[in-house]
């Protein structure tokens, strides 16, 4: 794979990660400031997150997950993906 694909396929999975946390908020009927309140995050944060300008680090996603009743999980991506 050369540089522009794994670009391409590193953007891809930003895009979709930035998707699922969106429709989590979403599914849980929360507005960015209701999150941040319930989450200890800055709303700034929530909406840099959502706006792919933050890329939050683990640390961040635990602390904005746990309290909402969710984690992060490995899993194996498509032979291709990468």
């Known amino acids: 794979m050369n540089k522009i694909e794994k670009y391409i396929n590193e953007e891809r ?3 979709e990660f930035i998707f699922e946390f969106i429709k989590l908020r979403h599914e849980l009927g929360l507005t960015q400031v209701e999150m941040a309140k319930k989450t200890n ?3 700034d944060k929530i909406a840099k997150i ?3 300008i933050y890329p939050p680090n683990i640390k961040s996603l635990f602390k904005i997950l746990g309290p909402l009743g969710y984690t992060i999980k ?4 498509k032979e291709d993906t990468y």
Do not use: S, T
């Not at 490995?74 to 991506?77: A, Q, T, V």
């Open 41 to 43: 995050v800055l709303r």
């Open 13 to 15: 999975l930003n895009q």
């Open 50 to 52: 959502e706006a792919g």
């Open 74 to 77: 490995i899993e194996k991506i």
